[in-house]
């Protein structure tokens, strides 16, 4: 999980040009093992930017270095904030899909930003209550 967070923050710093902090991890289920002594290899890409906040999709792959055999093994979408010099959350550029897949990826990307906002807008309401 800490590499998923590492790969993740790496490509959303290559966007923002600046430090960033993680502010959410959707569901992390693994699908097949990792097992002691494979190669991991984690890809991480932006599928969705707000206005200081950017979701990355991170795909893992585990492979065994005897048989050379790769396994797919989850996905994780994160996401993190931009910060400033002092800390604070900073504007971050826009995204532009070059892609049908890239397309598809920020409308869903977008779909899974306003579930968060609405769980976020849900907790806030039952702590006022």
């Known amino acids: ?14 966007h923002a040009q600046s430090q960033v902090v993680t502010v959410a991890i959707d ?21 969705h930017v ?14 065994d270095p ?7 093994t989850n996905t994780a979408y994160v ?7 002092e800390g604070h959350p900073k504007p971050v550029p826009r995204l ?3 892609s049908e897949l890239e397309k598809r990826r920020m409308a869903e990307g977008q779909e899974r930003q306003n579930y968060r906002l609405e769980q976020r807008n849900k907790d806030r309401h039952k ?3």
Not at 79 to 85: F, I, K, N
């Open 1 to 14: 999980m800490k590499l998923v967070d590492q790969a993740g923050a790496l490509a959303a710093m290559r």
């Open 27 to 47: 569901q992390m289920t693994f699908h097949e093992p990792i097992r002691v002594g494979d190669v991991v290899r984690l890809d991480a890409s932006l599928t």
């Open 50 to 63: 707000g206005r200081t906040s950017m979701e990355t999709r991170v795909d893992v792959v585990a492979e």
């Open 66 to 72: 005897i048989s050379g055999s790769k396994t797919h």
């Open 79 to 85: 996401v993190y904030v931009a910060l400033d010099q």
């Open 96 to 98: 532009i899909a070059e």
């Open 127 to 129: 702590v006022e209550m």
